[in-house]
């Protein structure tokens, strides 16, 4: 298995509070991406990083922020969560870019229930 | 820009039964493609890709994809399903472009029952 962890695994938050997620890789991969899951929409991309400290937009990522300071973590917050934003959150990383054909690895997910 | 249709939600089947979940994609240039298999509570995995050559591609547990370019799909198939192949299946596609990223379509969930 790909070495990729997710933190917290389950969390339960109030509407308007700040949250942050991490995702934290051991393989030294350059790529790494944050999606969402949501029933009937299968799994859409919030943000990616291709190397430290270069990030960009996915096809949601309103509300969402990210920062990648090492190699190994890429964070991603929610600055004032809304109930929208319960979801399964999952991480994934991959060697070369995805969009040229590069397998991605996922990790094993967040579970986020904003009340 | 790309996009993928997972015509069947729900896909109900007993073990030892032969199966197809399907996947059409659209897009205006050449493309790569993908089915991801997700097991209960975990993380996708990939079963199998198209980059090129081949257009029948297969998994090591017995799953196989065609590329049909004509059809603009790539359904997924098993001659004998398992109890342990119920999951949730996706299809995904990418671009042949430097910036396409990886769009996934909706998922279709694989029931085996005894």
């Known amino acids: 298995d790909a070495g990729i962890t997710q933190s917290p695994r389950h969390k339960v938050t109030e509407t308007g509070t700040p949250v942050t997620l991490r995702c934290h890789q051991t393989?030294?991969?350059?790529?790494m991406y944050w999606y969402r899951q949501d029933p009937g929409h299968g799994l859409r991309l919030i943000h990616y990083?291709?190397?430290?400290?270069?990030?960009d937009k996915g096809e949601v990522s309103d509300g969402y922020s990210v920062s990648r300071s090492k190699t190994e973590d890429f964070l991603l917050t929610l600055e004032s969560a809304t109930s929208s934003q319960t979801s399964v959150y999952f991480c994934?990383?991959?060697?070369?870019?995805?969009?040229?054909?590069?397998?991605?690895?996922f990790g094993p997910g967040t579970r986020l229930t904003v009340t | 820009a790309q996009s993928v249709t997972q015509l069947d939600s729900q896909v109900p089947v007993f073990e030892e039964a032969p199966v197809e979940l399907r996947c059409n994609y659209s897009?205006?240039?050449?493309?790569?493609l993908f089915w991801y298999v997700q097991y209960p509570n975990q993380g996708l995995q990939l079963l199998l890709k198209?980059?090129?050559?081949?257009?029948l591609v297969e998994s090591i547990n017995g799953f196989e994809a065609e590329f049909n370019k004509s059809q603009t799909s790539f359904h997924l198939r098993k001659p004998s399903v398992h109890i342990s192949d119920t999951a949730e299946y996706f299809c995904?596609?990418?671009?042949?472009?430097?910036?396409?990223?990886?769009?996934f379509g909706k998922g279709t969930m694989l029931l085996v029952s005894p």
């Open positions: 198209y980059l090129s050559g081949s257009t």
């Open positions: 995904a596609v990418s671009e042949w472009s430097g910036y396409s990223t990886l769009t």
């Open positions: 897009s205006s240039v050449s493309v790569y």
């Open positions: 990083s291709y190397g430290v400290k270069d990030t």
């Open positions: 393989e030294n991969h350059r790529y």
């Open positions: 994934a990383i991959s060697e070369e870019w995805s969009g040229g054909g590069s397998e991605q690895y």
